[in-house]
T-cell receptor
Framework: EAGVTQFPSHSVIEKGQTVTLRCDPI?????LYWYRRVMGKEIKFLLH????????ESGMPNNRFLAERTGGTYSTLKVQPAELEDSGVYFC???????????????FGEGSWLTVV | AQSVTQPDIHITVSEGASLELRCNYS??????LFWYVQSPGQGLQLLLK??????LVQGIKGFEAEFKRSQSSFNLRKPSVHWSDAAEYFC????????????FGAGTTVTVRA
């Protein structure tokens, strides 16, 4: 069974450009999460989807970030326009049910490394 | 304020030696506790978790962690380190009320020397 897949694995863009990161969760996982680790900081929660619905987007840093999950399958995270401080690694994760209760596991992808120059 | 602290940024250990990684948390109530590992080129992998019960938790790859409520700590240990254990290790917590929302420590990078 395929794990959580993220594209691209690495990208380098100039300040002011737009980047779109994609996440394909494990098949059948209704819950999808985005986290990020910017340089020198901890990994931080960004938002949580249940199917196509945003349940919690309290971690989104500002309105330059837009996450979507059309059809409740894959998700995209767009950064427009990108700033230098957006450089870091963006992790996607998915799970069957929300959180860790009932023995549920949240599976993480390998991350998308973003460098803004 | 809620926080997760990993005091050691970088640890170097000899292959075959024991390893202990420290984690302290500050939360209103005991949260769920986790250790994740990220090996080079890999995603975050769950090593072990603590929800309740026995305070000594066994995980994958020979790791264990001990929850100490009095010290608000959840330290990770391995008796004998292998070269493949070189990686970055993250302690994480999640509040029981919103247990999908992990808060991570800054991470500890482990280097294993031959």
């Amino acid at each position: 069974e395929a794990g959580v897949t993220q594209f691209p694995s690495h990208s380098v863009i100039e300040k002011g450009q737009t980047v779109t990161l994609r996440c394909d969760p494990i098949s059948g996982h209704d819950n999808l999460y985005w986290y990020r680790r910017v340089m020198g900081k901890e990994i931080k929660f960004l938002l949580h989807f249940v199917k196509e619905s945003k349940q919690d987007e309290s971690g989104m840093p500002n309105n330059r970030f837009l996450a979507e999950r059309t059809g409740g399958t894959y998700s995209t995270l767009k950064v427009q326009p990108a700033e230098l401080e957006d450089s870091g690694v963006y992790f996607c994760a998915s799970s069957v049910v929300r959180g860790f209760s009932s023995g549920n596991t949240i599976y993480f992808g390998e991350g998308s490394w973003l460098t803004v120059v | 304020a809620q926080s997760v602290t990993q005091p050691d940024i970088h640890i170097t250990v000899s292959e075959g030696a024991s390893l202990e990684l420290r984690c302290n948390y500050s939360y209103g109530a005991t949260p769920y506790l986790f250790w994740y590992v990220q090996s080079p080129g890999q995603g975050l992998q769950l090593l072990l978790k603590y929800f309740s019960g026995d305070t000594l938790v066994q995980g994958i790859k020979g790791f264990e962690a001990e929850f100490k409520r009095s010290q608000s700590s959840f330290n990770l240990r391995k008796p004998s380190v292998h070269w493949s254990d070189a990686a970055e290790y993250f302690c994480a917590v999640a509040p029981r009320s919103n247990d999908y929302k992990l808060s991570f420590g800054a991470g500890t990078t482990v280097t294993v020397r031959a």
